[in-house]
């Protein structure tokens, strides 16, 4: 797969990047500043209404268009080589489905993007660790209040041993409030010994 064939060369130098990976006080750590304790917290792009980014998430969430999450993927994993952290990576979570959702869409949007994360960053994918509880509707269609109500109850882990004092990197494609990955971080930290990390396609600006 190349670059082009995904977006153009033009296009890719207007990308809308955030260099958030540069900053440990970012607009998305500070997202969860007071609600968890996270490591590290980055979004590669600026999501904007009717903006490039917004057109490429839609095609991959909802045209099956998996590549572009795979481009993000290896893109951003060049940033993120360069982080400072106390303790590294040690597997990389997408934000789960809900079965029906995943059976209605065929795919989870992130996996193309963890899993090139997963590549490039060298660490494992895992995606049989966090799981959705809940079937919800689309997050996209609800109102800020909707997004967070019983939104703590919808995630849950499948844990062993072996996932123990593990540095979790979570990763998702739009982060707007932050409930939803609050709500999976909440999940993954009754595992002994977890850390938190979260890592976005893109952020609502």
């Known amino acids: 797969m190349t670059y082009e064939s995904v977006l153009c060369s033009t296009c890719r130098h207007e990308m809308p990047l955030t260099q958030y990976h540069l900053d440990p006080k970012n607009e998305a750590v500070k997202k969860f500043y007071g609600k968890i304790d996270i490591e590290h917290a980055s979004a590669f792009l600026y999501f904007n209404k009717k903006g490039i980014v917004q057109e490429l998430i839609h095609n991959l969430k909802y045209k099956g268009r998996e590549e572009i999450g795979t481009l993000l993927g290896h893109w951003y994993a060049e940033d993120l080589k360069n982080l400072q952290l106390e303790s590294p990576f040690d597997v990389i979570i997408p934000v ?3 079965k029906r959702k995943f059976r209605e869409r065929g795919y989870n949007q992130v996996s193309t993007f963890g899993k090139a994360l997963a590549e490039n960053l060298n660490i494992p994918y895992n995606d049989a660790v966090l799981y ?18 019983n939104i703590e109850n919808i995630f849950d ?4 041993e072996e996932n123990h004092n593990k540095h979790f990197l979570i990763v998702d494609d739009v982060l707007t409030t932050g409930a939803t990955l609050e709500a999976c971080s909440r999940a993954l930290l009754k595992i002994p010994g977890a850390k938190i990390s979260i890592v976005c396609m893109a952020m609502a600006h």
Do not use: A, D, F, M
């Open 132 to 149: 959705r509880k809940i079937y919800s509707k689309t997050q996209s269609k609800k109102n800020l209040l909707g997004r967070s109500e």
């Open 96 to 98: 789960p489905l809900h």
């Open 157 to 160: 882990v499948i844990s062993s």
